[in-house]
């Protein structure tokens, strides 16, 4: 057994929205784990329109509502037709089994307790400029704590974010200046310029089954934040930002015009740390999945606005750009002042696996192992897999998947898909997927209500065989 290496410096993983679990006044708000959302709002439909903003100051530390962050949701979680996550377990347990580190609690430490592995848990739905200010706080306070007893004075922070917490963690970094303090941001899946899923999520909700949880996902600030910045709103075949569209369905225009300013800030900031020859010694490195049916743009017509895979005027002609993991286009997982770099870090996984990954997880180990902060040696692999379904579906419709094969002719091999019930204890399925011209499809009727975790791979194996792909999907009763 390979021993445990040396971690001087100071490691906090921050999950992204939805990853937190709330309480209010000691009693869970939000701790959906390893079960469906629609089990959750049956049970507790009225706790979960307990969640609703009515307001937010990103300056206050707190909203006096009662309303705190106390752990991560370890496992899966979703919310159909938004956001879905396959957990943070295996992010944990890459630190804890291979590094000789210290665990805390970020929050409820005594002052003077020295530990170097946290994990940040924060109230996903308020302003990421409130959570970046807490992460500033806690983090000068255990960094210096941590250097003063462990000896290590040169000791720094190492942040490992998933989705939204890099947006938590850039303004902490760049407005804030946290980077002085910091050795390396690892973001899995951040969307660094937004993403047109949170656009159609805003207008247009999902289903009429879960509308009291559109309605409070509508409220939340943080949402707003998740909007594309560049022009990805078609109108009358001219592409706009959001922020300078009036009357868009169900957006606040004043939120979204908040929510560019906030993006703005961070992009300032990265400029003029630029100019820093000290800004040199801190690294970001963005880890973006693709080869995944990727929302890209919207369309307004008669009021309505549909998102679609189309890409905006911006990428005209550059179908190649054209993808993404699923949530996150793949251009708005680079953070801007990195769109040229060539060690950017592309594997073929959907949203909610990627700080799962096994080789995203081996590729991080070895990087942390020997303190060097650049994947240049990494690049995309030349055989993939591309996954599309339906978050939820009706127990009265089939489960339809459509797969494609990238880089590899279908004839080569054939799509296997193993099915686990996440809720419920049911047994694995492992069914084959029919070639069906250039896609392979798979369609299944009957399965029982509850929430699935599904595995496509091909099956051979082989230097040339294509990770495999994971998600998540929903069946409910009717």
Known sequence: ????????????????ILGSVLQKDGKDLWAVSGQSIWQVLTKSGETIRNLKLTQDDPEAESLGDGIRATSLVQDTHLIPGFWKIDGYTQTAKLITDNFDVTPGDIYNDPDDKAANFYQFPYD??????????????????????????????????????????????????????????????????????????????LAN???????????????????????????????????????????????????????????????????????????RSFATVPISGVHQPTLQSATLIGGKLTASEDLPGVLKNRSDLGDGDGTVPKVSSIPLERSKNLD??????????????????????????????TLSDVRAPQTAI??????????????????????????????????????GDRSSLSLDFVEQEKDWVLAMDNLPSGLYRVTVKTETNGEQAPSPVHDLFEVVRQ
């Open 1 to 16: 057994m390979t021993a445990k290496a040396p971690m001087k410096d100071l490691v906090v993983i921050l999950p992204g």
């Open 124 to 201: 996903w739905r308020r302003d990421n400029r409130a959570n970046a200010r807490i992460l500033k706080k806690l983090i000068d306070q255990r960094l210096k704590c941590w250097r003063e007893t462990s000896g290590a004075a040169d000791a720094k922070v190492i942040l490992m974010a998933h989705s939204m917490g890099g947006l938590v963690s850039r303004y902490y970094l760049e407005v804030l200046e946290g980077w002085r303090d910091s050795r390396a941001l690892f973001t899995f899946g951040t969307p660094y310029r937004g993403s047109p899923k949170a656009v159609n999520f």
């Open 386 to 423: 591309s996954l599309s379904l339906d978050d939820l579906y009706l127990d009265s419709e089939p489960v339809a998947m459509r797969a494609r094969l990238v880089g590899l002719p279908n004839s080569a091999t054939k799509l296997k898909a193993d099915i686990q019930a996440v809720s």
């Open 205 to 279: 909700g999902y289903k009429q089954l879960f509308l009291d949880l559109t309605e409070v996902m509508r409220s939340l600030t943080s949402i707003y934040q998740l909007l594309p910045i560049y022009k990805a709103i078609n109108i009358d075949g001219e592409y706009h930002r959001i922020a300078e569209v009036d009357n868009l369905p169900n957006i606040d225009k004043l939120k979204a015009q908040d929510a560019l300013a906030f993006h703005r800030e961070i992009e300032a900031a990265v400029e003029r740390h630029l100019q820093e020859e000290q800004y």
């Open 344 to 373: 950017n870090f592309f594997i073929a996984e959907q949203h909610g696996g990627l700080q799962n990954q096994a080789q995203v997880l081996d590729s991080l180990l070895n990087t942390l192992r020997i303190s060097q902060y």
